[in-house]
């Protein structure tokens, strides 16, 4: 899923544990689930944000000369205003759209 075209609040919400955690019976192993995808969607947004700003990059080692570039300060505050990695997992493991199992479970059942 695109994370900038997430319906993710931008603001936290306080979530129901139990009825979160029902699909896995585990509160910890749903926490886990959530934890993992928004590691990976934050490393999507820092490499999205690094190839993004790699565009404006100064190689001249001259400190005198510090200026300040609108479109550089624009892409950055889009990034900042996004709903946080956390936030966008959450969303997503709440409408059913991700994907994960347990090997230890699935080792039981053969």
């Given at each position: 899923?695109?994370?900038?075209?997430?319906?993710?609040?931008?603001?936290?919400?306080?979530?129901d544990m139990m009825t979160l955690s029902e699909d896995?019976?585990?509160?910890?192993?749903?926490?886990?689930?959530?934890?993992?995808?928004?590691?990976?969607?934050?490393?999507?947004?820092?490499?999205?944000?690094?190839?993004?700003?790699?565009?404006?990059?100064?190689?001249?080692?001259?400190?005198?000369?510090?200026?300040?570039?609108?479109?550089?300060?624009?892409?950055?505050r889009y990034y900042e205003k996004l709903p946080k990695?956390?936030?966008?997992?959450?969303?997503?493991y709440t409408e059913g759209k991700l994907y994960y199992?347990?090997?230890?479970?699935?080792?039981?059942?053969?």
């Open positions: 899923m695109d994370y900038r075209k997430s319906n993710a609040a931008s603001n936290t919400i306080t979530r896995t019976g585990n509160v910890y192993e749903t926490v886990r689930i959530i934890s993992k995808r928004s590691n990976q969607i934050a490393v999507e947004m820092k490499q999205d944000l690094d190839k993004k700003l790699q565009e404006f990059a100064s190689y001249n080692d001259n400190l005198e000369e510090v200026f300040e570039n609108r479109e550089q300060i624009e892409i950055s990695p956390t936030l966008i997992a959450a969303q997503e199992r347990n090997p230890n479970k699935d080792k039981d059942n053969f």
